[in-house]
T-cell receptor, first 111, second 115 residues
Framework: DQQVKQNSPSLSVQEGRISILNCDYTNSMFDYFLWYKKYPAEGPTFLISISSIKDKNEDGRFTVFLNKSAKHLSLHIVPSQPGDSAVYFCAAVFSGSRLTFGEGTQLTVNP | DADVTQTPRNRITKTGKRIMLECSQTKGHDRMYWYRQDPGLGLRLIYYSFDVKDINKGEISDGYSVSRQAQAKFSLSLESAIPNQTALYFC??????????????FGPGTRLTVL
């Protein structure tokens, strides 16, 4: 049973435009959410996170939005750059549990 | 120098062989994890360890074993490799004491192929 789902395996956007990556979860106990970015031949690296007590967290070009009632979070990248091309994983956790990852979304930013 | 290293980076082996993947970290973190990544399935937790004397099964531990030889070292063994264990394997660390338990730091991965 996939508790964290990223329904879009891939996303392609033009440089300078907004990239929106989506993630849905089913477990209402999750209270902390993270996004990781992965380049080929490298391990995932932490990008941004959000606690369930917030609905938005911003870090430079990256903003994560959380909609608890819909059990949905999204990552916005504005403006998108070619160097943002990578696989993005969302992950969720609750106290005492381990991280649960989504399947990943391949983002391609075209020059 | 990388904070989390994995050896080997690539390995091809045959069905039935025993294989060990090794992970070392210089971050001084207390917690270490082993994941596998398969296309369309994301990262799935195999085993994790909160300190040297602590070993816990993850969601897909069957066919695998681990050893935490020291705080800095965490090895993953495939006792008798089978083709469906062909995957990309990642080691990760985190540190509860520094409030970084949820943020995990990953190694570069080991690509394992079982023929």
């Amino acid at each position: 049973d996939q508790q964290v789902k990223q329904n879009s395996p891939s996303l392609s956007v033009q440089e300078g435009r907004i990239s929106i990556l989506n993630c849905d979860y089913t477990n209402s106990m999750f209270d902390y959410f993270l996004w990781y970015k992965k380049y080929p031949a490298e391990g995932p690296t932490f990008l941004i996170s959000i606690s369930s007590i917030k609905d938005k967290n911003e870090d430079g070009r990256f903003t994560v939005f959380l909609n608890k009632s819909a059990k949905h979070l999204s990552l916005h990248i504005v403006p998108s750059q070619p160097g943002d091309s990578a696989v993005y994983f969302c992950a969720a956790v609750f106290s005492g549990s381990r991280l649960t990852f989504g399947e990943g979304t391949q983002l391609t930013v075209n020059p | 120098d990388a904070d989390v290293t994995q050896t080997p980076r690539n390995r091809i082996t045959k069905t039935g062989k025993r294989i060990m993947l090794e992970c070392s970290q210089t971050k001084g973190h207390d917690r270490m994890y082993w994941y596998r990544q398969d296309p369309g399935l994301g990262l799935r937790l195999i085993y994790y360890s909160f300190d040297v004397k602590d070993i816990n099964k993850g969601e897909i531990s069957d066919g695998y074993s681990v050893s935490r030889q020291a705080q800095a070292k965490f090895s993953l063994s495939l006792e008798s490799a089978i083709p469906n264990q062909t995957a990309l394997y990642f080691c990760a660390t985190s540190d509860l004491n520094r409030g970084l338990d949820n943020e995990q730091f990953f190694g570069p991965g080991t690509r394992l192929t079982v023929l």
